[in-house]
């Protein structure tokens, strides 16, 4: 079974903070993606990274790859109350024509404070 | 716009009386999935289909049945709902075959809030 664990499981920061949210796993996957979850509404995809040591950039977000593919981390610059949310990473298997649905972390409940 | 619409946003069922919730896309992709998502825990998988082809996964309880007429639709009937059941379906698509169908993202859609009371 493959685990993917996030932390931290809950932030509160004021506006303008920086942080980061980070995403750790003893398994290996071909991507890792991320998304942003409101409440009462579905994870919404904000970024899928597939090769080791890959950063991609969304504006005031920054996404990277482990070197070795198993962790990656959020970093959220000059934080905003519109980034508040659940945050949720999710690995993706190589398959061969099975299940390949993704594994997903419990998330980052994060709460910017005006 | 394309987009993934699940039907009803919100249902409250008895316990022991079956219930369907609905999923259609018009995005034209060939997987379909339906994820629980208890509260506060990660969306768990529960089946998907790739065309028309069934997968389902290995703790997905027999009382879970999931049917796709077409590639538009895609349904999951709770047989006869427990308590337990209560949570937040998700219904995501995908496109594309193998390891590339899995970078490409999900496109999930509001989910159905389902109680069982």
């Known amino acids: 079974t493959q685990l993917l664990e996030q932390s931290p499981q809950f932030l509160s920061i004021q506006e303008g903070e920086n942080l980061t949210v980070y995403c750790n796993s003893s398994s290996v996957f071909s991507s890792l993606q991320w998304y942003r979850q409101e409440p009462g509404e579905g994870p919404v995809l904000l970024v899928t990274v597939v090769t080791g040591g890959e950063v991609k950039k969304l504006k005031r977000l920054t996404f990277q790859f482990g070197d070795a593919r198993k962790d990656s981390s959020l970093h959220i610059t000059a934080a905003q109350p519109g980034d508040t949310g659940l945050y949720l990473c999710?690995?993706?298997?190589?398959?061969?024509?099975?299940?390949?649905?993704?594994?997903f972390g419990k998330g980052t409940h994060l709460i910017i404070q005006p | 716009d394309a987009m993934v619409i699940q039907n009803p946003r919100y249902q409250v069922t008895q316990f022991g009386k079956p219930v369907t919730l609905s999923c259609s896309q018009t995005?034209?992709?060939?997987?379909m999935y339906w994820y629980q998502q208890k509260s506060s825990q990660a969306p768990k998988l529960l089946f998907h289909?790739?065309?028309?082809?069934?997968?389902n996964e290995a703790d997905t309880p027999d009382n879970f049945q999931s049917r796709r007429p077409n590639t538009s639709f895609c349904f999951l009937d709770i047989r006869s709902p427990g308590l337990g059941d209560t949570a937040m379906y998700l219904c995501?698509?995908?496109?594309?075959?193998?390891?590339?169908?899995?970078?490409?993202?999900?496109?999930f859609g509001s989910g159905t809030r389902l109680t069982v009371v």
């Open positions: 995005l034209n992709h060939n997987v």
């Open positions: 999710a690995g993706a298997t190589r398959s061969g024509g099975g299940a390949d649905g993704l594994t």
């Open positions: 289909y790739y065309d028309k082809d069934f997968n």
């Open positions: 995501a698509t995908s496109s594309g075959s193998g390891l590339m169908r899995a970078n490409y993202g999900y496109t």
